[in-house]
Every structure is written in C-alpha cells, then in structure tokens.
C-alpha cells in the first residue's frame, strides 16, 4: 500500500483566516482524494483531485471555500479558506490502491 | 437513507471474546467492500478489503459479504484490549463514472475490556 505524509497533523486557527494541507504519497497515483470527519462522525468526501485537471467536488463543496492544487502525481494540497468553527474536523487525504483505499494521518483542525 | 447503515455502538466486550461487526447497504451496485480500524486521533488503516461475495481471512479477522441481503460483516476471533478503536466499513463501485467513490457507514466504536 501507499504511504501517505500529511500535514500539519493539527493546528489551531483564527477565524477568517485559511489553512493549506499538504498530502505527499511515496508513489505515483491517477486520484487522490481529500475527505472531512466532523467531531463523532464519518468521512466525507470532498473532492476528488487528478494531475492536470480541475478538482471534482461533491455536493455541499465548493472550489472556493475548499481549493484543491494537484501539481503533479504525488502531491496535493487542500485550503481550508475563511474559517468558521464549523470547519472544525479532521481532514484527510486518500489515494487508491490495488488493496484498496489508503489514508493519510490527517489533519485535525480547530477554528477559534 | 444513507447508503450505507452501521451500528454506531458503543460495544464492549471482554477481552477473548468474539466480535461481529455488520454494515447493511441499499446501492446494489456496490461491489468492494472494505473494513477500516481508525484509533482516537488517527486516520483509518485499512483491514480487509473484498471483492463482491464471499470470505476473506487475515489473522484473527474475518470480513464477509452477502450482496444478495446487502449485508457486510467484520468478525474478530480472540479480541485483545488492542482492539479498541471505531469500525468502519465502506462500499464503492467502478461502475458509473471515475471518482469511484468511497461511500462510509458511520463507524462502530468497540471496546475490549480486559
């Protein structure tokens, strides 16, 4: 399986201030995905990201408030912008494997 | 309805025992099934992975799929204390577009007491 780095693996913010995550995977990977686990919850998916191409998001997300950068096929990024409490989650990144789906440590995020 | 539906617990257990873990789907279109381990303030690792129907066995767990009820299930033989962490299942399909999205339950959190 792909090992995956992400970071930071917790920060605390102002609100109305943005966050950038990054994810590095030790391989080459077509997608990789970025998901939210909101306090007591489950993942949820917020984009798809693919090398080369505008991200894919699903309802409920958009471009502006998560933007996604894909600048080759072993790194991404994800910006948190314009924090309010709500953003408050763990936020993690994933890519897909031949065994399955692999997730990085994730990123637990306070906005105060 | 969700798409796919787990006990959110909590179950506890004494240490030894058997656990049987279960997820129920309604998207017939599903067709790998995977279980997740994620311990407090960690990302998911991946335990089994399955494709379609069947078994499959690694260790002390065992993952099961019946798509003709829709119903997935993680069994632990001889839990440990070690076990404790929340179960997540989850289902996705290659059919219908390339995200395969990776659709989650809620996660079952599970205690071994020792």
């Known amino acids: 399986s792909a090992v995956i780095s992400q970071k930071p693996s917790r920060d605390i913010c102002q609100r109305g201030t943005s966050l950038t995550i990054q994810c590095q995977v030790d391989?080459?990977?077509?997608?990789m995905f970025w998901y939210r686990q909101q306090p007591g919850q489950s993942l949820t998916l917020i984009a798809t990201?693919?090398?080369?191409?505008?991200?894919?998001?699903e309802s409920g997300f958009v471009i502006d408030k998560f933007p996604i950068s894909r600048p080759n096929l072993t790194f991404s990024t994800l910006t948190v912008s314009n924090m309010s409490p709500e953003d408050s989650s763990i936020y993690l990144c994933?890519?897909?494997?031949?065994?399955?789906?692999?997730f990085g440590s994730g990123t637990r995020l306070t906005v105060v | 309805q969700k798409e796919v539906e787990q006990d959110p617990g909590p179950l506890s257990v004494p240490e030894g025992a058997i656990v049987s873990l279960n997820c129920t789907y309604s998207?017939?279109?599903?067709?790998?099934f995977m279980w997740y381990r994620q311990y407090s303030r960690k990302g998911p690792e991946l335990l089994m992975y399955?494709?379609?129907?069947g078994n499959k066995e690694d260790g002390r767990f065992t993952a099961q799929v019946d798509k003709s009820s829709k119903y997935i299930s993680l069994f632990i033989r001889d839990s440990q204390p070690s076990d404790s962490a929340t179960y997540l299942c989850?289902?996705?399909?290659?059919?219908?577009?390339?995200?395969?999205?990776?659709?989650f339950g809620t996660g079952t959190l599970l205690a071994v007491q020792p």
């Open positions: 994933s890519v897909a494997g031949p065994a399955g789906y692999t």
């Open positions: 391989s080459q990977v077509t997608m």
């Open positions: 990201a693919n090398q080369g191409s505008e991200a894919t998001y």
């Open positions: 998207n017939s279109a599903f067709q790998y």
């Open positions: 399955t494709y379609s129907s």
């Open positions: 989850a289902a996705y399909t290659s059919y219908g577009g390339a995200t395969n999205k990776l659709i």
